[in-house]
C-alpha cells in the first residue's frame, strides 16, 4: 500500500512537471500583441514570397535620411482623462476645440510639441494609444499636447481597431495604413535578434508617386491618397504608389552592398524578407524610415551616429539600400507578399 501512494504522488508530481513545462513552451511560441503586433497573416508580418514579381521602382539617391517619428501609449485607468480635439491647422496644432469624440487618460507629465515654422518643421507624428482594455488601438495623426495636464490634438482614425486584428488600417493619412504596425521598435536595430515584421517608408510624391484617373495615388493595401495627389504625385511609374509593398530581390546579397553600419545591415534583411510599406509623402528630397519614439537616441548611444542626416556611413547604407528596392507588383489581399513559399516562416500566435 505505501509504495502504491509513492507511486501515485511520484506520477502526480511528473505530471505537474509536465504540465508546467507545456505551457512554458507555448508561451515561448507565443508574442506579445504590444510589442509585435497583429494576426500572424497581417501585412505586417507576412513575409516576401517566393512567387513574388518585382517590378522596377527606379528610387535614385535622397538629399536626407531620417526616422519618420511615432509615438506608442499603454494607458492606463487611473491616469486622469483628457479630451482629444482636432488639430487647429498643420502648422499649429494646439489649438481649438473641434472633438475627437473620445477622451483618452493620459499622464499629466505628457508633452508633445507643437509644429513650428522657423525653422520649419511640421512632423507626422502618427500614434497610437492602446486602451486600458489591453486590446482596442486609438490611432491618430499630428499628435501634439503642448500643456502639461491639457488637451491632446490629433486627427483620429476611424475605426478604432483591435490589436488582435490584421492592423491594416490607421492614420498615416497618406495610405491609410496603420500608426502601430510597421514601425521599428526600440531595441530592433541595437539587439542581436533580425527584425520580423514589415517596415514603412515616405518617398517624395512630387517626383516618384504615380496618379491618374484610372489609378489615382494608392493601391492594396492602401485605401486612399493624399487630398493633393492629383496636382503634385508626378511619378510615371505606375506601380509605385502610396500602399506599394517595396522589397529587394533575393538575389542581392547584403554582401555586394558593402554597407557600413549594422543598423543599415538589420534594415536590408528586413527589406529583403519582410519589404516595406508606402504610407506617405516625403513631401520633399528625403527618405523616411518610420521607428518608435526612442530608437534616434538608443541608436545614438549604442553605435556613435544619428539616424538623421545628410551624410555619413548610415545616410550613405540606406541610400543604397533604397536603390536596390522594387515594387511587390502582384502583392494583393490573395497574395500577400507575393504568395509561394515565405522567406521566413509567419509569426507565432498572440498571447491572449
Sequence with gaps: ????????????????TSIGVLAQTQRQNTRDPWLQPFSSNSIWNTPIGSKAK?????????????PDTEYFFRLKATDPKRPLYTPGSWTKRCQGKNTAYISLPIPDDLIIP?????P????????????????????VGVLARCVQGGPIY???YFPDVSIYSD??????????LSSFGGSIRKGELTNNKPIAHALKVLIWGEKYLYYSNKRKG?????????????????????????????????????????LKTIPGKKIFQALQDYGAYVVDDAAWDAYYINMESGVLEEVKQAYGFSLSGNKGDFFNDINTLFSQLKVVDNNSP?????????????????NQ
Design 114 to 118: 507643437d509644429a513650428t515654422t522657423k
Design 120 to 139: 520649419y518643421n511640421t512632423p507626422n507624428n502618427a500614434a497610437a494609444f492602446l486602451l486600458p482594455d489591453g486590446k482596442t488601438l486609438v490611432q
Design 218 to 258: 494608392f493601391r492594396y493595401p492602401g485605401d486612399r491618397a493624399d487630398s493633393y495627389a492629383a496636382k503634385r504625385y508626378k511619378g510615371t511609374n505606375r506601380a509605385l504608389v502610396q500602399g506599394s509593398l517595396l522589397a529587394i530581390p533575393p538575389q542581392v546579397k547584403q554582401k555586394s552592398l558593402k
Design 54 to 66: 518585382y517590378v522596377p521602382a527606379n528610387i535614385k539617391p535622397a538629399s536626407w535620411i531620417a
Design 154 to 156: 490629433g486627427w483620429r
Design 167 to 176: 492592423g491594416r488600417g490607421g492614420a498615416h493619412f497618406g495610405s491609410g
Design 1 to 16: 500500500m505505501y509504495k502504491k501512494i509513492i507511486s501515485l504522488i511520484l506520477f502526480f508530481l511528473l505530471s505537474l
Design 334 to 350: 490573395n497574395s500577400i507578399g507575393g504568395g509561394g513559399k515565405r522567406r521566413r516562416p509567419l509569426a507565432p500566435p498572440l
